[in-house]
């Protein structure tokens, strides 16, 4: 997995004007709600593709500085263990290609887990690399395939023509995992734009 995605977090006016790099984290994946309700608890879990950390409202910058990236390793240590390798990735897509698409002679050189949030995967042709968003750990494993298949076969169909189209229709379960992968957006667009939240920053 490629840690070479950094963003910064800028705090709000007004605050005691600290800045964290949090590696690894693509912009508006986290997502900082402070609770009047929470005195001390802390928590953290997926939506969609972000994750929500819920502190005291009452905490310092300094204790927010220093707990955040402890919530963001732990949920990513869950998802881990959930997930596939990226080893287990490449294998897989060259599975899916000798059963559904034996015509297609080009084999990807890796594929990579990567914090995407606008697509679900993404294939370059000229050095065979595919790179799966990381919104699909812990998907069921129709939708991994149908989006492993989907870039794999990018390989030999540069665009998504009538052939590409037409091997594409060859996964068999093509409406089940494009309705999965509409309902994890539309999961998202619902809870759209966490910026006017109340309480909320966007890291
Ligand atoms: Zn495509």
Known sequence: MTLNHSITHVVNEGDDG?????????????????SKRRKKSISAYRQGGRIIISIPARMSKADERSVIPEMIAKIRAQEAGDSPS????????????????PE???????????????RWGSCTSVDATIRISDRLKGAPSYALDYVLFHEV???????????????????PEESRAEAYLEGFEAAERRYMPPA????????
Request: net charge negative.
């Open 104 to 118: 297609i002679i080009q084999r990807p050189k890796s594929v990579n887990w990567r914090a995407m949030r606008e």
């Open 196 to 203: 006017v939240l109340p309480g909320a920053q966007v890291l």
């Open 18 to 34: 600290g800045e964290v790099t949090l590696p690894g984290i693509s912009e508006g994946e986290i997502v900082v709600l402070r």
């Open 153 to 171: 076969i990018h390989l030999h169909y540069f665009d998504h023509g009538p052939e590409f189209k037409a091997a594409l229709a060859r996964f």
């Open 86 to 101: 990226e080893t287990l990735l490449l294998d897989r897509a060259v599975q899916l290609l000798e059963e559904f698409a």
